[in-house]
């Protein structure tokens, strides 16, 4: 790996901290307003993408911005890793711009400048949090997107909202000072700087001198920053997503698929793999404790989900079970599972936001949140409900969508670690996913209507709700066919 100093790592930054700036200073001009988020999320996608021949070739980017203490900076960095999720942020804010115009001008909802600020402030965190080279810098763009998607879960600023927004708050913020913080501090006592050892995923932060003289504090420090990190979703720290669903539907798919659960499993990930290092996870024995309560997670979270009839709700158990995919590829400390969980992240990200999607344009069109009441729906809304059945495969892990590609993965690391729990977990969630997901689609196309309903009068959201969501549906089938794209990017960064 060549490591190069560049201050291009901070460009998608500074495209991305000015676009909120501007969404404030247009915001008596809707059509301007709106038209900052796509130029903003355009230009961002291309400068994030002109740094991929030189990732792939093995260049690491890099540029220190403040530099505090020895070993303790702000510093920003562009490898294999970072780069997929820098560019996904970006790349989805640009349909979820598109499906904010829909869903926000049809429903005639109040605070849209606010909404576009908060929500251009939630992407410029997420890149921040891509890009972060060391722990410190992960912390500061990981509260950022806290203390600003807060406004966004309170939106309808009723008894429910801020009641959600609340337990929002209280659990992402009190686990980061808690635990995070603490876990931060512990790291930079013992090994004497928080910079992750870029385009190295085997040795980490932590010297083998420090693995031998303090194995425990060692544990201890993993064990605070898995606990810190609640945007993950690991059980029992997931109650804030479900309650977020409060949000309006747009926000609901920036937490599950682009910043919010996003940036949990990224900076689990870039914990694991960039801060202790496959050595440190198999020494210490932190491998297969993680992995196990990310095994609890999935099948715990796929049962709840079966038990709910509102459609987010569903959603958000779904997402609480999803990201526990994540968790077990890189905690096993496989190449295979790493590779599995990694690809997840991108893969997940396409096809949840079509389902969010999909359940907002439901919601537009129809007023409907009740699984139960879509009988024949999908009769009414065909490309609604056929890019929520191609989604729903992704998730349940069905070939060709991506979903299948990313467990494949999983399921092969599990087997070269010959764990019979977890691959047990792996395909008991399988079971549990079509259990959820297919009773929708096969409501919305195959059952009448309840007597007495009538639904003729119902048809498709605006086109700029569904076009945004049968295009991602239809980029989950791609990058089934393709994995490569982001498998790349995977291989340079752990040398798989």
């Given at each position: 790996?060549?490591?190069?100093?560049?201050?291009?790592?901070l460009w998608p930054l500074v495209v991305t901290f000015l676009a909120p700036l501007a969404v404030l200073v247009t915001g008596r001009n809707q059509?301007?307003?709106?038209?900052?988020?796509?130029?903003?999320?355009?230009?961002?996608?291309?400068?994030?993408?002109?740094?991929?021949?030189?990732?792939?070739?093995?260049?690491?980017?890099?540029?220190?911005?403040?530099?505090?203490?020895?070993?303790?900076?702000?510093?920003?960095?562009?490898?294999?890793?970072?780069?997929?999720?820098?560019?996904?942020?970006?790349?989805?804010?640009?349909?979820?711009?598109?499906?904010?115009?829909?869903?926000?001008?049809?429903?005639?909802?109040?605070?849209?400048?606010?909404?576009?600020?908060?929500?251009?402030?939630?992407?410029?965190?997420?890149?921040?949090?891509?890009?972060?080279?060391?722990?410190?810098?992960?912390?500061?763009?990981?509260?950022?997107?806290?203390?600003?998607?807060?406004?966004?879960?309170?939106?309808?600023?009723?008894?429910?909202?801020?009641?959600?927004?609340?337990?929002?708050?209280?659990?992402?913020?009190?686990?980061?000072?808690?635990?995070?913080?603490?876990?931060?501090?512990?790291?930079?006592?013992?090994?004497?700087?928080?910079?992750?050892?870029?385009?190295?995923?085997?040795?980490?932060?932590?010297?083998?001198?420090?693995?031998?003289?303090?194995?425990?504090?060692?544990?201890?420090?993993?064990?605070?920053?898995?606990?810190?990190?609640?945007k993950a979703a690991l059980m029992p720290f997931h109650n804030w997503l479900p309650s977020a669903m409060v949000a309006p539907t747009p926000v609901?798919?920036?937490?599950?698929?682009?910043?919010?659960?996003?940036?949990?499993?990224?900076?689990?990930?870039?914990?694991?793999?960039?801060?202790?290092?496959?050595?440190?996870?198999?020494?210490?024995?932190?491998?297969?404790?993680?992995?196990?309560?990310?095994?609890?997670?999935?099948?715990?979270?796929?049962?709840?989900?079966?038990?709910?009839?509102?459609?987010?709700?569903?959603?958000?158990?779904?997402?609480?079970?999803?990201?526990?995919?994540?968790?077990?590829?890189?905690?096993?400390?496989?190449?295979?599972?790493?590779?599995?969980?990694?690809?997840?992240?991108?893969?997940?990200?396409?096809?949840?936001?079509?389902?969010?999607?999909?359940?907002?344009?439901?919601?537009?069109?129809?007023?409907?949140?009740?699984?139960?009441?879509?009988?024949?729906?999908?009769?009414?809304?065909?490309?609604?409900?056929?890019?929520?059945?191609?989604?729903?495969?992704?998730?349940?892990?069905?070939?060709?969508?991506?979903?299948?590609?990313?467990?494949?993965?999983?399921?092969?690391?599990?087997?070269?670690?010959?764990?019979?729990?977890?691959?047990?977990?792996?395909?008991?969630?399988?079971?549990?996913?079509?259990?959820?997901?297919?009773?929708?689609?096969?409501?919305?196309?195959?059952?009448?209507?309840?007597?007495?309903?009538?639904?003729?009068?119902?048809?498709?959201?605006?086109?700029?709700?569904?076009?945004?969501?049968?295009?991602?549906?239809?980029?989950?089938?791609?990058?089934?066919?393709?994995?490569?794209?982001?498998?790349?990017?995977?291989?340079?960064?752990?040398?798989?």
């Amino acid at each position: 790996m060549t490591v190069i100093d560049s201050g291009k790592v901070l460009w998608p930054l500074v495209v991305t901290f000015l676009a909120p700036l501007a969404v404030l200073v247009t915001g008596r001009n809707q059509n301007l307003r709106e038209s900052v988020s796509f130029v903003a999320a355009t230009i961002t996608s291309v400068v994030i993408l002109s740094f991929a021949p030189a990732v792939l070739q093995g260049i690491i980017f890099r540029y220190e911005l403040f530099h505090i203490l020895p070993g303790l900076t702000v510093s920003f960095a562009v490898d294999g890793l970072g780069f997929i999720f820098a560019f996904i942020a970006p790349f989805l804010w640009f349909f979820a711009t598109s499906y904010n115009i829909g869903y926000m001008r049809n429903l005639k909802e109040h605070a849209q400048t606010r909404y576009y600020f908060c929500f251009a402030v939630a992407i410029f965190g997420a890149v921040g949090v891509a890009l972060a080279a060391n722990v410190f810098t992960l912390y500061l763009f990981y509260e950022i997107i806290s203390i600003f998607t807060y406004p966004l879960v309170a939106h309808h600023q009723d008894e429910e909202g801020f009641e959600g927004a609340k337990k929002y708050l209280v659990y992402l913020m009190g686990t980061s000072k808690l635990f995070l913080l603490p876990a931060m501090i512990l790291t930079y006592v013992l090994a004497g700087t928080l910079d992750f050892p870029l385009g190295d995923v085997t040795g980490g932060i932590f010297s083998e001198a420090v693995r031998e003289a303090h194995p425990n504090l060692v544990r201890l420090t993993y064990v605070l920053f898995i606990a810190g990190l609640a945007k993950a979703a690991l059980m029992p720290f997931h109650n804030w997503l479900p309650s977020a669903m409060v949000a309006p539907t747009p926000v609901s798919a920036l937490l599950h698929a682009v910043a919010v659960v996003k940036a949990g499993v990224f900076s689990v990930s870039r914990i694991i793999l960039s801060g202790f290092g496959l050595e440190t996870m198999n020494s210490l024995g932190l491998a297969l404790p993680t992995a196990y309560v990310a095994a609890f997670t999935i099948v715990v979270a796929s049962l709840i989900a079966l038990t709910k009839d509102d459609i987010k709700a569903r959603l958000a158990y779904s997402t609480v079970s999803q990201l526990s995919y994540v968790v077990i590829g890189v905690a096993l400390a496989v190449p295979a599972s790493v590779q599995g969980g990694l690809l997840h992240i991108g893969h997940h990200a396409f096809s949840k936001i079509t389902l969010f999607f999909g359940a907002g344009a439901i919601y537009v069109a129809s007023h409907l949140k009740s699984i139960k009441m879509m009988n024949g729906l999908g009769r009414r809304m065909p490309w609604t409900f056929g890019a929520f059945g191609i989604a729903s495969l992704s998730m349940i892990g069905m070939p060709p969508v991506c979903g299948f590609v990313s467990k494949w993965y999983l399921v092969n690391g599990v087997l070269d670690q010959g764990q019979l729990i977890l691959l047990i977990a792996l395909l008991l969630s399988t079971i549990l996913n079509a259990g959820y997901f297919v009773p929708i689609f096969y409501r919305a196309f195959f059952l009448a209507p309840d007597q007495g309903t009538d639904l003729s009068h119902y048809r498709e959201a605006p086109a700029t709700m569904v076009v945004p969501l049968v295009f991602t549906s239809l980029v989950s089938v791609a990058l089934g066919f393709f994995p490569g794209i982001f498998q790349s990017f995977i291989k340079v960064f752990g040398s798989f």
